[in-house]
């Protein structure tokens, strides 16, 4: 089960995630209570161990802003939420970054990971970020591809989810909050525990 842990702003939060043994560490770049500036982001993906990925993730900016935070920022993987043309992968692939694509079942978007060029899909409610599940009869058919399920998950309601829906792997943000936007490594070390236990 792989396990991500988006939206992190603080050395502590990194410290317990990467401690938990989550596999993706996330960082917003877009308007959001958990924006970070890429210098920032730089200095807390300096604290992540090789084999653990970094993720810079963008909703709507324009392409050159994408590419210019994401190499300001030291990750090694880019998380695009917008609109985004196969085209922008191609460019973000050519700059040597990993790739994640990630819509919800509403979106219109393909629900086939690799669709865009990206290494993994990630669905997610349509407002990402927010804490909000989503219906999985929108759904349909699972991925057949590596896929994350995002979308208001959080440490005592990620076993039921994945024993419904058989992700390849999930993602959190809120569920690991006490407060909008401020993380606590207490949840985040029982959303990786619980997550990791849980069978695909
Ligand atoms: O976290 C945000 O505020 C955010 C804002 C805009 C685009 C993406 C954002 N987060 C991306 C993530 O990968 C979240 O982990 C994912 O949407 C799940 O969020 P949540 O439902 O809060 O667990």
């Known amino acids: 089960m792989y396990v991500k842990v988006c939206g992190l702003s603080r050395p502590q939060d990194v410290a317990a995630a990467v401690e938990a043994g989550a596999d993706a ?10 924006q970070v500036a890429p210098a ?9 161990p090789e084999g653990t990925a970094t993720v810079a993730v963008f909703r709507g900016e324009p392409l050159d802003e994408v590419r210019r935070a994401a190499a300001e920022s030291g990750v090694d993987t880019v998380q695009l939420h917008g609109a985004e043309p ?7 692939r050519a700059d040597g970054f990993r790739l994640i694509r990630a819509t919800s079942p509403e979106g219109g978007a393909p629900l086939e990971t690799g669709a865009y060029g990206e290494d993994l899909l990630i669905i997610d409610s349509p407002r990402p970020g927010s804490g909000e599940r989503w219906d999985p009869a ?11 399920l995002a979308g208001g998950l959080a440490p005592d ?3 039921g989810a994945v024993a419904g829906l058989r992700p ?7 569920g690991v909050e006490r407060t909008r936007g401020v993380k606590d490594p207490e949840l985040i070390r029982q959303f990786v525990a619980a997550a990791k236990k849980a069978a695909a």
């Open 86 to 92: 196969p085209e922008a992968f191609a460019a973000l």
């Open 25 to 34: 560490i996330g960082f917003v770049l877009t308007p959001s209570p958990r």
């Open 168 to 174: 390849w792997g999930v993602d959190v943000s809120s």
């Open 40 to 48: 920032d982001v730089r200095a807390l993906a300096a604290l992540v």
């Open 157 to 159: 309601n990620v076993a």
């Open 138 to 148: 929108a759904l349909g058919v699972s991925p057949t591809g590596p896929w994350l």
